[in-house]
């Protein structure tokens, strides 16, 4: 269990959902497919999984390529800019300090 849990270190950050894809095509193959067809499974594994690593590699190149030619720099959405997104995030905290649109603590 603990070489599972160490593993799972490795799997890069991602949403849930990523990780229910993974297990459940791990699951799939690797229970269901080895129990069913060992022959099967012991000629294409290698190789399902190298086409599947190698498809997300050539997916992520060209989408990044896509973008670019039309000078997309990326996808815009909440929390992926430099700024904290927050309006009172210019105002000063320091009791006493007025500045306009700001509000002031005492």
């Known amino acids: 269990m603990q070489i599972i849990i160490g593993g799972a270190g490795a799997i890069p950050a991602a949403k849930a959902v990523n990780y229910w894809c993974w297990g459940s095509v791990g699951i799939f193959f690797n229970l269901f497919v080895y129990r069913r067809f060992k022959g099967w499974w012991a000629r294409h594994n290698y190789v399902l999984s190298a086409g ?13 390529f896509t973008l670019e ?30 500045v306009k649109g700001c509000p002031v603590f005492h």
């Open 52 to 64: 599947l690593d190698a498809g997300v590699a050539f997916m992520a190149i060209l989408a990044y």
């Open 69 to 98: 030619i039309k000078d997309i720099d990326g996808i815009k959405w909440w929390g992926s800019g430099i700024d904290d997104h927050c309006p009172l995030a210019h105002c000063p905290t320091v009791p006493g300090i007025k």
